[in-house]
């Protein structure tokens, strides 16, 4: 009976005994026979004598039959012996020849079914790992391409923004000098004007001298030349003008350039695409059951989740120590910090109760954050430090550097800090792990709050352009948002386990909801629900929205999904 082949094996029911005339399962195997059997048949198999010696094992660990292969110098027998001096195969006949005389064999079978079991790995390795793993680099390199013509597409609308800007830079600079120009030539007309005014007053003063001497000189009046003397007034001076000179302005392409920008390749070392090791992506590691309930929790929730038709008022409480609620970190459950616009920083309870107070130096940005570890950190504007308070309100510095806005990644835990051109994220621990500089993709970024979306990517609240600027994780810039039909004034930026850009809007004083390639989707919150000035928003565990506002002390809460 032919040996089925693995595929077939695995198609079949059960896999059936060699033994002729028996169908039952045979999920033993005779390495001997090379024969599937049965246990009734295995155990007769063994208890035969001619049979008895053979090896058996479960069919999963058989021996590979030898191929068979003839002797060509004795062509009725098969080739199934291997020369470890001459590392040939030979037949047991040629083995007796003289050349191979005190030589050692080794079962060619044996060989045989040792490469098979290797030959067997290796193609469960590339069907396993290999290839998946390529597949996946390739969708990688796949992703990579539509997010380069992304990218490269939102450079040319800058590059054709930045243009138009100076056009109209150009436009207003001309219409200046032409008007100054207008004024200048009026002030020396007028000036002139007075000249000639001069000249004239001049002139009639000497017409009437003129009439005067004619008098004098006159033979009747000879007696008036003993009278009095005359005396002729000098002629008056005036000045020339000085011609106003048009300086013409120096510039070649390269200042141009300088002042439009241009595209370049960072000098940055290309990150290497990350490939699993074979024992990672090969492991069955059985997760255990709470990992399984957190998963399945976290599944559903995402599954059920969606926006609702209606935005509700969950409950609304006040936060003593401060004026307004510029911006809001939440931390443990039922505690928050609160940010006013005097640099008041409060710890409060969901119920009003002021835990702790700081005198900080931030003002309007979203310069504090909690924590995966419930700490909160703080940016010094003054000082140009990043501190952290711990759960036993001690305060310790934990980074030297200036800041606007900082954000603790809830993927990872690390610190986004935000600057004037540039980002920069430090690990946990406050290493530097990354620097994002804005002008390496024609960008001028002023962050006054930060985020981190589900994927990774960087959300800025961008008060130098009126706009939300979304940039990757390995800082690239992937969509700006500068709001829907009408003036767009950024302020407090959060993001939702659905991957949702909730953003405040200090121009319309509302709050508007995106999607997470920057999409509008609607104003969740407007002066319809009594909204009069959103400055900071958070979103909470329960999916909730905290809003708070420029003209009150009070947290409100939303629900939104449902």
Known sequence: MSEPSDEQAAMQHYLVCGTEDCQKNGQFYCNACHQSLCEQCRNEHQKSPNTKNHEIVLYRHRKHQLP???????????????????????????????????????????????????????????????LPTSQDLKTDIEEDSTQIKKIMESIRTSMKAKAESLKNLVDVVTSENIEHSYTMEESLLKKLKSQETTYDDYIAYLWKMSDEFQEYLSITNQKLLFSKTLKIQQIPETTKPVPPVFTVGQFNKDDVTKLLGKVNVPNTKPEKRKIQPMEVVTAHMKPTEKQL??????????QTLSLSSSVTKVREYSVPGVGSVYHVSLDKPGRLWVSDGSGNLVQTDLQGNQL????????????????????????????????????????????????????????NGDILVGMIGKVIRYSKAGKEIQNIQWDEYGLVIGPSYITENINGD?????????AVVVVNKSGQQRFSYTGHGSEFFPDGICT???????????????VHLLDQDGGFLSIILSSKQGIKGPLGVCVDDENNLHVGQRTTNTVTVYKYLQ
């Open 68 to 130: 068979v292969e003839k002797c060509k110098d004795h062509p009725t027998r098969n080739i199934d012996i291997f020369c470890k001096e001459c590392q040939i195969a030979l037949c047991s006949k040629c083995s007796t020849m003289e050349e191979h005389n005190g030589h050692k064999f080794d079962d060619l079978e044996d060989i045989y079914a040792e490469k098979y079991a290797l030959w067997q790995g290796e193609f469960s390795k590339i069907q396993k790992y290999f």
């Open 293 to 302: 309930e957190q998963s399945k929790e976290k599944s559903d929730m995402k």
């Open 356 to 411: 702790q107070k700081i005198q900080a130096s931030g003002r309007y940005a979203g310069y504090h954050t909690a924590t995966q570890d419930g700490d909160l950190i703080y940016t010094d504007q003054d000082k140009n430090v990043i501190y952290r308070i711990t759960a036993d309100k001690k305060i310790t510095e934990f980074i030297k550097t200036g800041a606007i806005c900082v954000h603790s990644s809830h993927i």
């Open 458 to 466: 960087i959300c800025i609240s961008d008060n130098y352009n009126d």
């Open 496 to 510: 939702d386990v659905l991957g949702h850009i909730l953003v405040c809007d200090n121009a319309s004083k509302s």
